[in-house]
């Protein structure tokens, strides 16, 4: 099993600026895809960006150039730095590992409870 736990997260005005961070513990021995989702009330669970564990990323359209995900597997904490934040990115943000191949016995994913941002003036 593996735990996820964001932290960063919280009220910003638009143009901020958050950093969030998700720890992972448990059994985070393999090599694992990390990614930030977010979801408001009443949309879909949106991809933000991910990072392989070779430390390719892809981001969304909504976070690219703004967005930067980041991993630093000694401390395996995977990080969001958000930048020029708009209200549209008012969501909770969650932590998502994933290894192994989809369809298999091996594959697993996990996810963190979230961490809120808002963004208001």
């Known amino acids: 099993q593996v735990q996820l736990v964001e932290s960063g997260g919280g009220l910003v005005q638009p143009g901020g600026s958050l950093r969030l961070s998700c720890e992972a513990s448990?059994?985070?021995?393999?090599?694992?895809?990390m990614g930030w989702y977010r979801q408001a009330p009443g949309k879909q669970r949106e991809l933000v960006a991910g990072i392989s564990s070779g430390g390719s990323t892809n981001y969304a359209d909504i976070a690219k150039g703004r967005f930067t995900i980041s991993r630093d597997n000694a401390k395996n904490t995977v990080y969001l730095q958000m930048n020029s934040l708009k209200p549209e990115d008012t969501a909770v943000y969650y932590c998502n590992a994933a290894r192994g191949i989809i369809g298999l016995p091996n594959y697993r994913t996990y996810w963190g409870q979230g961490t809120q941002v808002t963004v208001s003036s």
């Open positions: 448990g059994s985070f021995f393999s090599p694992y895809a």
